[in-house]
């Protein structure tokens, strides 16, 4: 409960700064309905995380954040009188132009230019209908831009990972070769021809892949792309591969099951035999399914030997392979639609 501040003559204490005396005005009505509708994701996202997620959450909360310094600056005369005008078209529209040239920005920034990324466009356009659909306020979404990827790297950088892979492999008759090599051979191959995630990549099963004489052929998965499908069903996508990769997959496949039985993996275990396309090929978990974390670090113990060599050519570090999957997967996924635009 608040005081009435005191003159000096009369409580004897130091005179109040006139900065303390300044009332605050009270924030307008529409970021006050939006701190209520946050209000009520932060419960759901205390007591289910599968219906809102903490990454969520956190965009929700960037959102309304942006919007709070975005109606100072000017949406519409009426922006702040209640949510459903904060969330008017024209509101709406100038808010993502604020936010598109960089002026919402808290915290600084090393690149010169200011302009966000598409990709957060439409974060903010996900979070709004969210919003909206909460406070049950009809929303007209603006329309999407298409799924920018950030500047990548040189597709060359794919060579060499492909070019340390296969010498490794030399250094071994082919009966000998370790299991890991063996299995990096086939996924890397299947990461040149399907560009998969590493999510679509740990998902996949051997009965996905589309055999033609004894030999792998294509295969079939589900994309799953960041951000979603926005509601539409996921629809199979079958992908013809390189007929190299192929008998590296037919290879994979002899190795894996050799280690189905060196680990005890057998049909009347609890869940039965694993159907996952790559297994584990280390000990204690040899047999069984690796994850999308397994193979990330895979790539990137690959990676890192790549990146000595290329220090020991004293590459300039801005040249350097790449040791994020995702990374190298936007390089190829780039080079492949440059490809086909000019084609």
């Known amino acids: 409960m608040s005081s009435t501040a005191r003159h000096l003559e009369v409580s004897g204490d130091r005179p109040t700064p006139a900065v303390a005396l300044t009332a605050v005005p009270a924030p307008p009505p529409a970021l006050r309905e939006l701190e209520r509708i946050l209000d009520r994701f932060r419960t759901v996202n205390r007591t289910a995380k599968d219906v809102v997620s903490d990454s969520r959450m956190q965009q929700l909360e960037w959102v309304a954040g942006e919007l709070a310094l975005a ?77 920018g990827l950030r500047p990548t790297v040189s ?50 099963l051997v009965d ?13 998965l589900v994309r799953q792309p960041q951000g979603g499908l926005r509601g539409k069903m996921p629809e199979p996508e079958t992908v013809g591969l390189n007929p190299k990769t ?7 496949l002899d190795r894996r099951s050799q280690l189905l039985v060196q ?11 694993p159907r996952h396309l790559w297994l584990a090929a280390w000990k204690p978990n040899t047999g069984m399914p690796i994850d999308r974390r397994s193979i990330s670090r895979w790539y990137k113990a ?42």
Request: negative net charge; proline residues 8%.
């Open 263 to 273: 680990g005890g993996i057998r049909g009347g275990m609890r869940g039965g035999t």
């Open 208 to 220: 996905d892949l589309v055999t033609e004489n004894d030999l792998p052929r294509a295969i079939t």
């Open 302 to 343: 690959v990676a890192d030997d790549v990146q000595i060599k290329q220090d020991a050519q004293k590459v300039p570090e801005e040249d350097l392979v790449p040791t994020r999957w995702e990374t190298m997967r936007r390089t190829l996924l780039a080079q492949r639609q440059a490809a086909e635009g000019t084609a």
């Open 155 to 204: 597709p060359q950088m794919a060579d060499l990972i492909t070019h340390h892979l296969e010498e490794e492999a030399a250094q071994w008759p082919e009966a000998n070769r370790p299991d890991l090599i063996v299995r990096g051979l086939a996924m890397w191959g299947v990461m040149r021809d399907v560009l998969p995630r590493l999510g679509e990549l740990e998902s996949m």
């Open 71 to 147: 109606l100072p600056l000017g949406l519409t005369e009426a922006a702040g009188d209640s949510l459903a005008e904060l969330l008017a078209p024209e509101a709406v529209h100038a808010y993502l132009l604020y936010g598109r040239g960089g002026y919402l920005r808290t915290a600084p920034i090393v690149a010169t230019d200011p302009t966000s990324y598409d990709t957060s466009e439409r974060i903010r356009i996900f979070c709004l209908e969210r919003i909206a659909e909460q406070a049950r306020i009809p929303f007209e979404a603006p329309d999407l831009p298409p799924w």
């Open 246 to 252: 192929g008998q590296r997959l037919h290879e994979w």
